[in-house]
């Protein structure tokens, strides 16, 4: 498909605000973004920073892991929804320092 070369310039703009840190150079501190963030996420974007495969993502979403809202056939991911699914996922100490309390799985 060929595309115009204003096409492609407005393709590939992001908004400074929206832009993801550049995560070559040095750790990032997936908190602070998540928490900082003030619009809703698409998959990919999400996906990128949590360096994830954006299945993933659509996996979670479709079996209502992370709650997401669609605007027509977009998927957006709060940014809340996103910091609590990921804190829901992980171990040790929360952003808190609080110990987390993961629950007990019965045997089956």
Not at 5 to 26: D, H, I, K, M
Not at 97 to 106: E, M
Request: with cysteine.
């Amino acid at each position: 498909m060929k595309t115009s070369a204003n096409a492609r310039r407005v393709l590939s703009f992001v908004a400074p605000e929206q832009a993801l840190p550049n995560t070559s150079s040095r750790p990032v501190d997936i908190h602070a973004v998540l928490s900082s963030r003030q619009t809703a996420w698409k998959v990919p974007e999400l996906a990128s920073l949590l360096t994830v495969g954006r299945r993933t993502l659509y996996d979670a979403v479709d079996s209502g892991q992370l709650p997401s809202f669609k605007i027509g056939i977009a998927v957006r991911i709060s940014p809340s929804a996103a910091l609590d699914w990921l804190e829901d996922r992980s171990t040790g100490l929360n952003h808190r320092g609080q110990r987390r309390v993961l629950p007990r799985c019965t045997p089956i």
